[in-house]
């Protein structure tokens, strides 16, 4: 048998109650305009880190409870005892310095918002961008963010191709919803 080469071809294997198949099929690479969304993927990108993306699967309705529902303006304002409250929730990640960056990473949101009106408008500001440019610019303005987490992050909201190969039934229906890296700009060659 041949072993899958995307996450496409591995999801179309398993059982339509896998916590992937619902990811792959109405999340990943999907356009998402919510800066709250937004923020809450970037975080989920975060604590995949050292980790498999089924822990994190498995524990995203966690997640959400645990960071209000990744409420940016709830979240930046947490303190020691909301930090201290996380660090004793089985249910999500107890990683202090994940943690304490998705606190931070409120907090530059809102300054982002601020400053260009919404998360996504900062990222449209961005784009397009090449994923090495993306990851410099990531970690210049954000906490724990490298090349793998901002990678996916990226691609999971449509910023950077690749979430789907042209041959996944999804594909067809990802190009419908027109994420960022379909829409040509004069920056990269479009009119």
């Known amino acids: 048998m041949e072993k899958p080469r995307s996450y496409c071809e591995v999801v179309e294997r398993m059982e339509k109650d896998n916590v992937h198949v619902h990811y792959h099929d109405k999340e990943y690479g999907f356009p998402i305009h919510d800066d709250n969304q937004l923020f809450a993927r970037l975080i989920l990108e975060i604590n995949q880190a050292g980790l498999s993306w089924t822990t994190i699967l498995n524990k995203k309705d966690n997640f959400f ?27 999500i990640i107890r990683n202090r310095l994940k943690i304490d960056a998705t606190i931070e990473n409120a ?9 260009y009106g919404s998360f996504e408008k900062w990222l449209d500001k961005h784009h397009p961008l090449t994923k090495e440019e993306w990851v410099k610019l990531f970690k210049k303005t954000f906490r724990f963010t490298g090349g793998e987490i901002v990678g996916e992050f990226l691609m999971s909201i449509g910023y950077l191709p690749g979430a789907h190969i042209e041959t996944c039934p999804i594909y067809k229906k990802l190009e419908k919803q027109k994420p960022a890296w379909t829409k040509k700009t004069k920056a990269a060659g479009g009119k």
């Open 107 to 115: 907090r530059i949101i809102r300054g982002l918002q601020k400053e």
């Open 65 to 91: 409870k645990a960071f209000d529902n990744f409420d940016i303006d709830k979240v930046a304002r947490y303190g020691q005892k909301q930090k201290d409250r996380l660090l004793q929730d089985a249910g």
